[in-house]
């Protein structure tokens, strides 16, 4: 079996475009949460998107969001690391 540990309850809202991750970016940092739009990581999508990257404490306030402003997402991961190297586990 293989250990992980999470790294900072860190997470990442994955988008089927780049226009989403950004639109939802704004809606999120108009309500002061911290969050960080990143290109998505070849780990999880190998086409050119991006993801927003949050704090596992806004995990209900970013799905909520998600739902209430109807954009489809490809999913949720959790940031994890093992043996120093990053690993991505869908948890939405």
Do not use: W
Request: proline residues 1%; aromatic residues 10%.
């Amino acid at each position: 079996m293989r250990e992980t540990k999470v790294l900072e309850n860190e997470y990442l809202a994955v988008f089927k475009s780049q226009n989403h991750a950004i639109y939802l970016y704004g809606i999120l940092i108009k309500k002061g949460i911290q969050t960080k739009i990143i290109q998505t990581p070849c780990k999880i999508s190998t086409s050119c998107t991006h993801s927003i990257r949050f704090s596992e404490e806004y995990m209900d306030t970013v799905k909520k969001e998600i739902i209430d402003s109807g954009i489809k997402i490809r999913g949720i991961y959790k940031i994890t690391n093992y043996k120093g190297k990053k690993d991505y586990e869908k948890v939405y």
